[in-house]
């Protein structure tokens, strides 16, 4: 992900650190969707990576800390083509960008539960990038065209 400005914030909506939180932010999602019009193949790209993103912050990103669970989603387009979702916490730092795609399984027996999130997050959105801002992890999630969000947004 490229480094230029963030672009404004269109909405945001704070959750607790609690993975019941996941359908409120799943229906939040779909308020702005249908709001805006999302074509459905980004909406559900961008539903799942955001599910999978929290989904990880809530259960490893407050492990071992001794301070009150924050998270914050805003929502901003990048590009009139775009859509991004960008995820605020006061979790351990993590840079979920830097970590690689876990091998496919040869067969169903050896294939195992879980870490293919980024793989989901690599396929349907378009850009994802990770910044270390005080004490604060700010992942974004974009979804749409390539070309549509190259260097228009950033943490």
């Known amino acids: 992900m490229t480094s230029s400005p963030p672009s404004p914030r269109l909405s ?7 993975v019941d939180e996941i359908s409120r932010v799943s229906a939040w999602l779909e308020e702005l969707g249908e709001q805006e019009d999302w074509a459905q193949q980004m909406l559900f790209g961008l539903e799942l990576s955001v599910e999978e ?12 800390t001794c301070h009150d669970p924050e998270i914050v989603l805003e929502y901003f387009r990048p590009a009139p083509e775009a859509i991004g979702i960008r995820i605020i ?3 351990v730092a993590f840079d979920p960008t830097a970590q ?15 870490g293919h999130g980024l793989r ?10 990770y ?10 999630l974009i979804a749409g065209p390539k070309a549509a969000t190259d260097g228009a947004a950033s943490p």
């Open 100 to 114: 690689a795609s876990p091998q496919l399984a040869e067969n169903v027996e050896e294939a195992r539960i879980g």
């Open 131 to 140: 910044a270390r801002v005080g004490d604060r992890n700010e992942l974004t």
């Open 120 to 129: 989901f997050m690599r396929h349907y959105l378009s850009d994802f990038g």
């Open 89 to 91: 916490d006061n979790g």
């Open 12 to 18: 945001s909506l704070t959750i607790a650190a609690d």
């Open 53 to 64: 993103a929290l989904a990880n912050v809530i259960t490893h990103g407050f492990e071992n």
